[in-house]
């Protein structure tokens, strides 16, 4: 059974970063398009930003790029999100999924696996 397991939220201020990991367990994670997604209160779940299983393409919502990194270590079945200049308005439970298509699609809808999500705050 394929599983995804997430790390590294917490609370930070304003300024501040974060590093979220996602662990895959079951397959080799350069099976799968990686991506990152999040969810608000009272909001829609939205994308973050992807990888695609080679590590050659990313894909980056207008409000993260420049702040947010995401790169993969296939050697350690990991996926990796580098969060700097956190806003409060970052603040979210933020999911890693996987597609194992190879596909490079936005769509929430696409990734047939999830993680359990890790909670992120930023304080003002």
């Known amino acids: 059974q394929v599983q995804l397991v997430e790390s590294g939220g917490g609370l930070v201020q304003a300024g501040g970063s974060l590093r979220l990991s996602c662990v895959v367990s079951?397959?080799?994670?350069?099976?799968?398009?990686m991506g990152w997604f999040r969810q608000a209160p009272g909001k829609e779940r939205e994308f973050v930003v992807l990888?695609?299983?080679?590590?050659?393409?990313?894909d980056y919502a207008d409000r993260v790029k420049g702040r947010f990194t995401i790169s993969r270590a296939n050697a350690r079945n990991t996926a990796i999100l580098q969060m700097n200049n956190l806003t409060p308005e970052d603040t979210a439970v933020y999911y890693c999924?996987?597609?194992?298509?190879?596909?490079?699609?936005?769509?929430?809808?696409?990734?047939?696996?999830w993680g359990q999500g890790t909670q992120v705050t930023v304080s003002s």
């Open positions: 999924a996987a597609d194992g298509s190879r596909y490079i699609r936005r769509d929430s809808r696409a990734y047939e696996l």
């Open positions: 079951g397959r080799t994670v350069r099976d799968y398009t």
């Open positions: 990888i695609s299983w080679s590590g050659s393409s990313t």
